[in-house]
């Protein structure tokens, strides 16, 4: 029966998990047991079991039973991880990339895209300092902006009237003026820029499963 990559990944996993039900069977199939209480170890009725106290224990698989099974699944699973290898460099899947260009990419390289590339030009886009919303813009470039925050400085001043009347008086000191060029990127661009990484991630995920559907190749 022909087996595809997927299939191949799909059958390594099921004997991840048969190995390791044979490797609990096989630490459980060298011995049995059979404990009991009794009240005497001499004589007549020596070893004999008190009523209801007796447990006994019996192996399923023998020893070798359990080394051979697992023999059999590390030689299935070897055989099938050199074919996946194999597989992998000859297996191709055409994607659309970021700049518009249609390549022709193996398993590897579109593994690459997927956790390692793709991940990290996420955090970089994500990482591009945002300009300021809302703020009083005087001055602008072409990729700048210029605006200034201005804070009233006052200080409370107490005086008496000739009543004797305690007064309350604010005092103008001045303004705190903190003058800002703004080089960020506008939050829409980031947005795009997200989105359209995130399009990309897409098509490879598409593209592996694609590739994936390639015939596993067989060992000479």
């Known amino acids: 029966m022909t087996m595809t990559l997927g299939d191949a990944f799909n059958r390594r996993k099921k004997l991840a998990a048969d190995l390791q039900s044979w490797i609990n069977r096989l630490s459980l199939s060298g011995n049995e047991r059979r404990a009991y209480r009794t009240s005497r170890l001499e004589g007549e009725g020596a070893y004999r079991p008190q009523p209801g106290t007796e447990k006994a224990t019996r192996r399923e698989y023998t020893v070798q039973e359990c080394r051979e099974r697992i023999a059999a699944i590390l030689e299935e699973d070897r055989e099938l991880a050199l074919r996946i290898s194999r597989t992998n460099q000859l297996a191709r ?4 990339d970021l700049d518009g260009r249609m390549r022709l990419l193996s398993i590897p ?4 895209l997927k956790d390692d590339t793709i991940p990290k030009l996420e955090q970089a886009a994500r990482a591009v300092p945002l300009r300021a919303d809302d703020v009083g813009v005087y ?3 072409d990729d700048w ?3 200034r925050t201005v804070k009233k400085i006052e200080r409370k001043r107490e005086s008496f009237s000739e009543k004797g009347l305690k007064v309350e008086e604010m005092e103008l000191l001045g303004y705190d003026v903190v003058e800002v060029t703004d080089y960020g990127a506008a939050r829409r661009a980031q947005w795009d820029e997200i989105d359209r990484i995130g399009e990309f991630a897409q098509r490879v995920k598409q593209a592996i499963n694609q590739a994936n559907k390639t015939d596993l190749a067989e060992l000479d």
């Open 109 to 112: 390289e579109l593994l690459v």
């Open 93 to 96: 899947a055409e994607i659309e």
């Open 139 to 141: 001055e602008s470039g």
């Open 145 to 147: 902006v210029r605006y």
